[in-house]
């Protein structure tokens, strides 16, 4: 059984209404529906709070959720395509990786 076949669930920090599933999957615990992602080259979700309502990458809510970062790097690199959005598929990295890694 691979890991991104078993759906684990995790608040969005800063989003209480919001949970994210490991593959992806954003659902609105307010009412109580999964939300759509736009079509873009980097999937993006829109969430609001009392502070407002932020357009934020999904494989970023990913990464900081579920994948462990203890070298503290900033950037997300994604091994297979941003269109597979999963936390199997992504690790940290430092800008410069990330850079190298997107011309090959």
Same mark, same amino acid.
């Given at each position: 059984?691979?890991?991104?076949? !078993? /759906?684990?669930?995790?608040? !969005?920090?800063?989003? +209480?209404?919001?949970? !994210? ?11 109580? @529906? ?5 079509? +873009? ?6 969430? =609001?709070?009392?502070?407002? @309502? ?5 494989? /970023? ?9 203890? +070298? ?9 395509? /941003? ?6 598929? =992504? ?14």
């Amino acid at each position: 059984m691979n890991y991104s076949d !078993i /759906l684990i669930w995790k608040d !969005i920090t800063n989003f +209480e209404n919001y949970k !994210i599933s490991n593959t992806g999957i954003v659902w609105n615990k307010k009412y109580n @529906r999964k939300i759509k992602h736009s079509n +873009e080259k980097y999937p993006r979700i829109h969430l =609001s709070n009392n502070h407002g @309502r932020k357009h934020i990458p999904i494989h /970023l809510v990913i990464a900081q959720l579920f994948i462990h970062n203890p +070298e503290k790097k900033f950037d997300i690199a994604s091994f297979i395509s /941003l269109l597979c959005i999963c936390c199997t598929n =992504s690790s940290f990295c430092c800008s410069r990786s990330n850079i190298i890694k997107s011309f090959k």
